[in-house]
Nanobody, 117 residues
């Protein structure tokens, strides 16, 4: 199993920045990639982006491309989501998830991000 703990959420004004962290423990050697997702009230969970655990390659949803950056620190089993130029529509609970096979099997508890206008 993989245990994931997110941190770094909070309240920020539009145009501001936040950095979320996701610390992984357990079978980290089996992780294929790490993803970030978000869910706003009354909406379905949305894919934000992911990073390859070994190669470090990234992929982003169009809604965040150019504003959000995912990075990783393999030595500390931590993935980051740097969010810049935040908009009120970025308000959501943000989750990290690990993919060992074909699906994201392990999820963190989520961290709230609120962007005020």
């Amino acid at each position: 199993q993989v245990q994931l703990v997110e941190s770094g959420g909070g309240l920020v004004q539009a145009g501001g920045s936040l950095r979320l962290s996701c610390a992984a423990a357990g079978r980290t050697g089996s992780i294929y990639n790490m993803g970030w997702f978000r869910q706003a009230p009354g909406k379905e969970r949305e894919f934000v982006g992911h990073i390859s655990w070994s190669a470090g390659s990234t992929y982003y949803a169009d809604s965040v491309k150019g504003r959000f950056t995912i990075s990783r620190d393999n030595a500390n089993n931590t993935v980051y989501l740097q969010m810049n130029s935040l908009k009120p529509e970025d308000t959501a609970v943000y989750y990290c998830a690990s993919r060992l096979g074909t699906q994201y099997s392990y999820w963190g508890q989520g961290t709230q991000v609120t962007v005020s206008s």
